[in-house]
């Protein structure tokens, strides 16, 4: 009986062992996205090709852990509202989401760029507008969507001019209403991706694209995790990570950039624009580039400040908040990545 | 660089990938208007590499003429059949024609089979279907609680502020299976309304639903029960007037990284008839009802999101009666019909918790004798109640974007709701023990986009009467 009373603390320490090993893993890895205009469950570049190919699948079926992904029509806010709740642990968007997200205490941190290029803003005009430049802009009615990289990316646009948001009259608009709007001459200008109808048609013209000018492009984008699940299970957030790297790897090669088109287009792209865009973009080796480099650190260090500055955030905070560097290195070396997207 | 050189040169001097752009767009054209299947289908057999497009220029060979052994196929090889190099004159006009019959087919359904409105039309619908059994009387029964058909539309859309006017009419039947208007009223934006970061203000005439207080104007995130709380129905808050309403909202709070939008103050100040709804003005006078809410000003992911106070009131004049129906005389005499309400909820998914505080002034004429205002008998009668409801949520009902989700089937967030509600009602505070009190516990499952199925088991207890009830309500609420 006594034997028995003494082997109890190395049973329940056993137990504690091997509870707490389980506990390690997650039973399922759930990841967000942004929908499409075609509302299809599919992303495209180099996150669709690992979803295309099963790799996360792959990677963890051995472990049993099951992989959901949710695509939110909302984009980076509707991810944002899914971090919030708890929904989802990993996700990716634009530049503007995360900063604001983190802004408002969101617990998650940028884990790796989803490309070096970021995305080209396009600005179309009305031809009665009398827009010739973009010091014409003040005064005029331009519509744009609120609280994304557009958005952002337009107000540093302005200020290059010596304007500001509170200078021109801005219109919150879907891209939909927007292209709407700027064929019933009901705004002067509108800024956007690349999609751009109106001016093949000849209904609008393009004033202004950032593949001329790519210091106004949008910072690169984001991979994300939630600091819960970094913190819970760090083994699992660097396979995660891994497994996305090799798409980039895939993304960066030129023999892949038709395909990367093609998946664009299947996500409700028009095949002449993304392509324009892609190749008005930097090379593929160095627009997939994920790597978090100090100068993504700058240049979300400056849009934290910009954003402070002109009132789209109302905490100015340090970019080290918002980027976790323990995953990445490693799992670059690993694949050996290391050594081909080399920066000095 | 070099690479991307290299890329350009690919792309510029491939011959075969420009013939395969070329049919790729006319293909994506034609797949637009065909349909979401076929243009998968063009998109998937155009979706091979570069290379193999360059050697699908030549003539097709091997692979459609080679027999291959039944069981023997390997999905795991790329598809090949289907890549085609450049577009050819017969693919071309088959494309142009395929574009033609449907531009037919389309316009043969416009002019027989499609519904055209003037305007722009959304045509929605609820129904409740209910079983409900109590045990004082003893009785159950199935009932066809209401249905309700509303059609929704801008007559003008104004893209660069927002200032648009739109149209609402409702038709609807409760348990006494008459189709009535319910709502009927027009709605403008004075103020833009495209901007969240700046006020809003509307206008709305017709007939429409009051405004008063949160239990009988809010929606199912708040108001998780069947039924309504008693006062609702008893001082008359949760029927529609005829009237012009003023509302709007100041200092808004707006969070850009989830689209939230929360104004600091929301206000409705409305003028109406006072004689409910699908009728005529019975007096001179008219009512006049208000309402304001103070939301906290918080962000999304504050904990403080969802909390509000809101205070409403309601002053006007009601026809003093003889007993029976007869007016005294016909629209002259009026009494006063006022009442005052409070209400403090903070809704924020899972949690959520509501309680509503109102009060009722009611003036009568007792005299049954009267048939003149000179020998009217006033009476004033003081009347209260006030409900509190505490819910949960398991599952993402409340959460705005994942009910907005990109997918191929038609998932919706399955999604259980239990609460309880407590709801106090005092005809007469002048008369002691006349109180009834409602117990409420509640389950609701929502288990499909427009579609919740609830359970309801409530105890009354009316002191009046002296009736305790064990009630049971199971419904379908269903819409489009």
Do not use: C
């Not at chain 2, 220029?57 to 027999?67: E, L, M, V």
């Not at chain 2, 142009?96 to 409105?117: F, G, H, P, V, Y």
């Not at chain 2, 309402?291 to 909390?307: H, K, Q, T, W």
């Amino acid at each position: 009986m006594k034997k028995w009373i003494k082997a109890l603390p190395i049973v329940a320490l056993l137990f504690i062992t091997v509870a707490a090993q389980a506990e390690e893993k997650p039973k399922v890895i759930r990841i967000g996205g942004g929908g499409n205009a075609l509302n299809l469950p599919q992303a495209s570049g180099a996150i669709g090709w690992v979803n295309e190919q099963g790799l996360l699948e792959k990677e963890f079926a051995k472990d049993g852990i099951k992989i959901e992904r949710t695509y939110y029509k909302a984009m980076g806010p509707g991810q944002n509202e899914a971090i919030a709740s708890g929904l989802v642990d990993f996700g990716s968007a634009g530049d503007l989401v995360t900063v604001v997200g983190r802004a408002g205490g969101l617990p998650y941190k940028i884990i790796s760029t989803s490309g070096a290029g970021g995305s080209n803003i396009y600005i179309q005009v009305n031809p009665a507008s009398g827009i010739k430049s973009l010091k014409d802009l003040k005064g005029k009615r331009i519509g744009y969507l609120k609280g994304t990289y557009l958005h952002l990316a337009f107000n540093r646009i302005l200020d290059a001019v010596g304007l500001t948001e509170k200078e021109i009259r801005g219109v919150n608009l879907v891209n939909a209403d927007a292209q709407a709007a700027l064929a019933t001459n009901s705004v002067d200008a509108i800024v956007s991706s690349s999609d751009r109808p109106l001016v093949d048609q000849g209904v609008a013209k393009l004033l202004f694209d950032t593949r001329k000018y790519p210091q106004f492009k949008s910072a690169p984008g984001s991979i994300f995790v939630t600091e819960a699940f970094a913190n819970k299970y760090p083994e699992i957030t660097r396979r995660v990570l891994k497994t996305l790297l090799k798409g980039y790897y895939w993304a960066s090669k030129p023999e892949n950039q038709e395909a990367i088109i093609q998946s664009s287009v299947k996500n409700g792209g028009t095949y002449k624009h993304i392509k324009a865009d892609l190749i008005g973009s930097l090379p593929p080796k160095e627009n997939y580039d994920p790597t978090v480099t100090t100068k993504v650190l700058k240049d979300y260090q400056e849009i934290i400040d910009f954003a402070f500055k002109r009132g789209i955030i109302r905490r100015r905070y340090n970019v080290s908040e918002l980027f976790d560097l323990r995953f990445q290195a490693p799992a670059l070396k690993e694949l050996g990545y290391d050594k081909y997207w080399v920066h000095n | 660089m070099i690479i991307f050189k290299k890329f350009e040169i690919n792309s510029s001097k491939d011959k075969g990938n420009i013939m395969s752009n070329r049919k790729l767009t006319i293909l994506v054209l034609g797949a637009l208007l065909i349909g979401h299947t076929n243009l998968l289908a063009a998109e998937s057999a155009e979706a091979v590499p570069q290379e193999q497009q360059v050697s699908d220029k030549q003539p097709q060979q091997a692979s459609d003429s080679t027999a291959v052994p039944f069981g023997s196929e390997d999905l795991s090889a790329t598809d090949t059949s289907e890549a085609g190099g450049a577009v050819t004159q017969a693919e071309l006009d088959g494309v142009r024609a395929e574009i033609a019959t449907l531009r037919d087919q389309l316009t043969q359904r416009l002019d027989k089979t499609i519904a055209n409105s003037k305007r722009s039309l959304s045509i929605s619908g609820s129904t409740q279907t209910r079983y409900a059994a109590s045990s004082s009387p003893n009785k159950n029964g199935f009932l066809f609680n209401s249905a309700i058909i509303s059609l929704k539309g801008f007559l003008k859309k104004d893209y660069v502020e927002g200032k648009s006017i739109s149209y609402t009419l409702g038709l609807g039947s409760n348990t006494s299976y008459n189709l009535q208007p319910t709502d009927a009223y027009l709605q403008y934006s004075i103020g833009q309304s495209l901007d969240i970061g700046k006020p809003y203000l509307y206008v709305q005439i017709g007939q429409q639903k009051k405004q008063f207080g949160l239990e009988a104007t809010t929606t199912e995130d708040k108001q998780p029960a069947i039924n309504t709380a008693q006062f609702a129905s008893k001082l008359g808050l949760s029927q529609r007037d005829i009237g012009i309403r003023l509302y709007g909202d100041l200092f808004p709070v707006v969070d850009l990284g989830y689209n939230y939008r929360i104004p600091l103050i929301e206000y409705s100040l409305a003028l109406y008839n006072g004689s409910g709804p699908n009728t005529a003005d019975t007096n001179l006078d008219k009512d006049i009802e208000g309402r304001i809410v103070i939301n906290a000003p918080a962000g999304y992911y504050s904990p403080y999101r969802g909390l509000a106070l809101g205070g409403s009131f309601y002053r006007g004049k009601q026809d003093l009666y003889k007993v029976g129906t007869t007016l005294i005389p016909n629209g002259e005499g009026e009494g006063e019909k006022i009442r005052y309400g409070t209400d403090l909820s903070y809704v924020s998914a899972p949690l959520g918790f509501t309680a509503e505080y109102v009060i009722g002034r009611d003036e009568k004429n007792i005299n049954p004798f009267a048939t003149t205002l000179a020998n009217v008998t006033r009476y004033t009668t003081k009347s209260a109640g006030y409900t509190v409801t505490f819910f949960y949520e398991w599952g993402e009902q409340f959460y705005k974007n994942s009910r907005s989700q990109s997918r191929n089937d038609d998932w919706w967030p399955t999604t259980f709701q239990p609460f309880i509600r407590y709801d106090h009602w005092d005809p007469d505070t002048a008369v002691a023990n006349n109180e009834s009190n409602i117990t409420t516990l509640g389950f609701n499952f929502f288990f499909a986009e427009t579609t919740k199925f609830q359970l309801n088991y409530s105890l009354s207890d009316d002191k009046a009467t002296k009736v305790k009830q064990n009630n049971f309500a199971a419904q379908f609420q269903f819409g489009f």
